[in-house]
């Protein structure tokens, strides 16, 4: 899901969208994800996103301030999500099973300790197509999925930076979410990286609930179909 809601923030029209704005596309991811907790801090939004380097959303997020607020670079990002919906997901067919489903996961999950979550659920969608309705429940998946990440990596004891340096991308990971070397030594940490990757899934699950073993099976299908359809 993370894979699929990351396609429209890193599609060429969104990126024109920062650029008619005035504004880099950090700053746009940046004050866009934030900017659903309104006009608050940057200490906050580093704190509720987590997994970027606090320095480098502070940046992005005072950058975006100057040219509109936060809530403005929201929007324009939610529009942006809706026309990717519109333009990609439109011809998927099993649209409205799929959204059927994602749609019973949102509504339900617990949003206690994902502030970030909550704030995007409660945004009105702005657009009525269920290709752009789609889109939306992408991102707020996604959005539910990074907050039991971060929720399980603070228990590990861990750190975000620490988590990113043992996953997949290691350094270029750190890099592409602001962090700067010098890093530290992971290696010791893996038992605990692999405790929270777990944990993470235990979180993420306990939305899916309100499905049945058959439909969270169908689930995954419908969603595998959808990223092979895009990529």
Partial sequence: MSALA???HESPQTLRRARLL????WAFQVAGRGGALGDVA?????????????????EGWEAARR???PTEVAASILTECCRWGVDYLHSFPKLDRLFDLAQQIVTSADATGMPLFAAWRAVPVPV???AARMAVLLHLLREHQSAAALIAVRSAGLTPLEMILAGPDGESGALANGWQPPYPEVAP????????????HRIGASGFRVLSGSERNELVDLLTSLRSGLT
């Fill in 42 to 58: 940057a200490e906050t939004v580093a704190a509720t996103l987590g997994f970027l380097a606090p320095d480098a959303v502070a």
């Fill in 6 to 8: 990351r396609t429209f």
């Fill in 22 to 25: 005035g504004l880099s596309g």
């Fill in 189 to 200: 940490l893996m038992r605990r990286c692999l405790w929270a990757e777990a944990m993470t």
């Fill in 67 to 69: 040219v509109a607020r």
């Fill in 128 to 130: 009525p197509d269920p």
